[in-house]
């Protein structure tokens, strides 16, 4: 495993990302070190619940970390003493008041950052702790590795104000299955992190003050990998998951291997292993094993 000194907080600066741009934003606060993005969710009053704006900022910084090619890999976590509480009321206050278009429109929003999430090229961290609840919980879900503390809390908590959770639903039911869903989105009751962990929302319990140093080696094993090859990896997963075996998906897979074994990584790759060096992806810095 490659060794990453790239350790993970939850107070990164606001506005700060690589390269000649530097956006700012109002509800996050972004960091880039040593190859690893930090996107803190960064409303702690409010336990880093969603509004419209944290909506359209976590989608536009999302957008332009994965056009980084300096970046390789982005922990998203949250400021305070929760991950991320699921919906403003107040913001839901005003959605209440809206009609359909408006409410279609601000649901499309959110379900767009989520695919947004979830689609990108580059891998994905949670870094759980304190409350993930709702969209929150959502936010996990979409997220290709999850490592909670052992005192974070999970809800679907929609039903409980009358709302469904629909946008999280497909990613969700993903990671944890229908049945378990059935369960949760029907009681909206909260369950430890040692039940999401159970039902598969969450892959890593940690008490907190070991929880960055299990991110940090999950890092270093990240950094080491060929980064096409995880982006190419994870759109193999989506491509294959819950599909039968068929000679469509057979020649599917041959056709991936095939084009990514010709690429200029996948040549870098061998060669480098054969030559036993580290490959000239790695970043500086890093000791593979």
Known sequence: MGKARTATRAGATKG????????????????????????????????????????????????????????????????????????DLNWMKKMAGYGQPENLADAKALAAMLKTLYTLSKPTIARVHGAAYGGGAGLVACCDIAVATQEATFAFSEAKLGIIPATIGPYVVEAIGARMARRYFLT?????????????????????TMIDERINELLG????????????????????AHRPIDDAVIADTAKRIARV???????????????????????????EE
């Open 261 to 287: 074994r010709a690429s200029p990584e996948a040549k870098e790759g061998v060669a480098a292993f054969l030559a036993k060096r580290i490959a000239a992806w790695v970043p500086a810095g890093i000791d």
């Open 188 to 208: 909206a009751e909260r369950f430890t992190a040692a039940e999401a962990y159970r039902i598969g929302l969450i892959h890593d319990i940690y008490p907190a």
């Open 16 to 87: 700060k990302v690589a390269g000649d741009a530097k956006p700012s934003y109002a509800t996050l606060a972004v960091e880039i070190r040593n190859a690893i993005a930090l996107v803190a969710l960064a409303r702690p009053d409010v336990h880093n619940a969603f509004d419209e704006t944290l909506i359209a900022e976590l989608t536009r910084a999302l957008e332009t970390l994965d056009a980084d090619t300096a970046v390789r890999a982005v922990v998203l976590l949250g400021q305070g003493k929760s991950f991320c509480a699921g919906a």
């Open 221 to 240: 094993a990240i950094v080491v990998a060929g980064p096409h090859a995880q982006a190419e990896s994870k759109a193999l997963i989506r491509a294959i």
